[in-house]
């Protein structure tokens, strides 16, 4: 089977930087994804790691470790639109995305 | 810009019923998801349908459900006789082909309670 491990809630001001950890154990793991979802409504798609190292789109960053099965989201110069769940998901290779349980981001003026 | 369309946004049914949920994917896109997030949890992996058949499923998908692609443009989910805990958010997404096939886009939902 496989499993991901992210922190259940994240709290951060506005204007601050927070990461947010992933860990996963997967068979045929081919990538990290990371999406985001305001309020239950559609998850949409943040940023993919298929590679070890980091992609920054914007403000926001992706980290992969393959040895370690490790990766992380950064939030940089935080918004209140950023309060958001947060769910990194496992691409295997010609399987379905599995995703993580979610991170509940919560940023404060 | 190109966005899954799904219908209805909410249904509200009797245990035993039968529910058809219905997606419209993106036109171009090759692979076709249903998930499934019951409210405050994860978002569950149902099924995924490629080339015309189930390429997918998960353990929760299971004879009470079933898919199909019945044209060009619409995939659609039935649950055969509902259960009280089939209460859920369900998704649809697509994703197209090549490097693609890693970025999935979601539909808002159709929001499923069972009574």
């Known amino acids: 089977g496989q499993s991901l491990e992210q922190p259940s809630e994240v709290t951060a001001v506005e204007g601050a930087i927070v990461q947010i950890n992933c860990t996963y154990q997967?068979?045929?793991?081919?990538?990290l994804s990371w999406y985001q979802q305001h309020d239950g409504g559609a998850p949409t798609f943040l940023s993919y790691?298929?590679?070890?190292g980091l992609e920054e789109t914007g403000r926001f960053s992706s980290f992969l470790s393959r040895s370690d099965s490790y990766g992380y989201l950064l939030l940089q110069e935080l918004q209140m639109k950023d309060s958001a769940s947060y769910f990194c998901?496992?691409?295997?290779?010609?399987?379905?995305?599995?995703f993580g349980k979610g991170t509940t981001l919560s940023v404060s003026s | 810009e190109p966005e899954v369309t799904q219908t209805p946004s909410h249904q509200v049914t009797q245990m035993g019923q039968e529910v058809i949920l219905r997606c419209v994917p993106i036109s171009n896109h090759l692979y076709f998801y249903w998930y499934r997030q019951i409210l405050g949890q994860k978002v569950e992996f149902l099924v995924s349908?490629?080339?015309?058949?189930?390429?997918?499923k998960s353990e929760i998908f299971d004879d009470q459900f079933s898919v199909e692609r019945p044209d060009g443009s619409n995939f659609t989910l039935k649950i055969r006789s509902t259960k009280l805990e089939d209460s859920a958010m369900y998704f649809c997404?697509?994703?197209?082909?090549?490097?693609?096939?890693?970025?999935?886009?979601f539909g808002a939902g159709s929001r499923l309670t069972v009574l």
């Open positions: 349908f490629y080339n015309n058949e189930i390429s997918e």
């Open positions: 997404a697509s994703s197209g082909g090549g490097s693609g096939a890693n970025v999935l886009t």
């Open positions: 790691n298929g590679l070890d």
């Open positions: 997967t068979s045929g793991f081919y990538g």
């Open positions: 998901a496992v691409n295997r290779a010609g399987t379905a995305l599995i």
